[in-house]
């Protein structure tokens, strides 16, 4: 079966450093990738995502990259802020049998922890 | 603001009741979602639903009911037959079922039993 796993389940990071969160998976027939950011009592956020056409995607102070070849998803934020601390997902969406209705498989989570 | 309202913040149920969670949006969206959220855990789909009175099983959908009579409202009704109900729940909707779109999220309902 499909597994979307992370390799770091905790990151702590100082005010103004870079952080990038990684992200494993097993289906090779995922084609559209996600990362979600979720605070405490909150729902997820959509942050940035990419289509498996792309290997490089940038926002504000975001870049996901995707590596086909390994299945490896990260996420960097650059400059990064106490704001940010908050649990960060990947979430990958597969085409089931040609027919694609949007399910997304979520990864565990890793806690990003900003110190000021 | 356009978004995804849940209700209530915060549930309780008691031994053999049903309760019922609302979610409405006012996105326009076709597709809405329900997942169950677990401490320290990823999201995992209860039912999902593409279309006015059409939806589908999730994952986990033992012990869990929808409908979806209007667009814009997809309520989840946590049943007695649902042993371990206790988890935080979110509701979704994305603009087209087909992929490639973003699943946007409410801010949950938190069930607890008493």
């Known amino acids: 079966g499909e597994s979307v796993g992370l390799h770091l389940p905790t990151l702590s990071v100082q005010e103004g450093d870079n952080s990038i969160i990684n992200c494993a998976y097993s289906?090779?027939?995922?084609?559209?990738f996600i990362w979600y950011k979720q605070e405490s009592g909150k729902g997820p956020q959509f942050i940035i995502d990419?289509?498996?056409?792309?290997d490089k995607r940038q926002g504000q102070r975001v870049t996901v990259l995707l590596n086909k070849t390994v299945k490896h998803l990260s996420l960097q934020i650059a400059a990064t802020q106490p704001g940010d601390s908050a649990v960060y997902f990947c979430a990958l969406e597969g085409n089931a049998g040609g027919t694609s209705y949007g399910k997304l498989t979520f990864g565990q989570g890793t806690i990003l922890t900003v110190h000021p | 603001d356009g978004g995804i309202t849940q209700s209530p913040k915060y549930l309780f149920r008691k031994e053999g009741q049903n309760v019922t969670l609302s979610c409405e949006q006012n996105?326009?969206?076709?597709?809405m979602y329900w997942y169950r959220q677990d401490p320290g855990q990823g999201l995992r789909l209860i039912y999902y639903?593409?279309?006015?009175?059409?939806?589908q099983k999730g994952d986990i959908a033992e012990g869990y009911s929808v409908s979806r009579e209007k667009k814009e409202s997809f309520p989840l009704t946590v049943t007695s037959a649902q042993k371990n109900p206790t988890a935080f729940y979110l509701c979704a909707s994305s603009r087209q079922p087909v992929g490639d779109q973003p699943q946007h999220f409410g801010d949950g309902t938190r069930l607890s039993i008493l």
């Open positions: 639903s593409q279309i006015v009175n059409d939806f």
């Open positions: 996105l326009n969206h076709d597709a």
């Open positions: 289906n090779s027939a995922s084609d559209y």
């Open positions: 990419i289509r498996s056409n792309m």
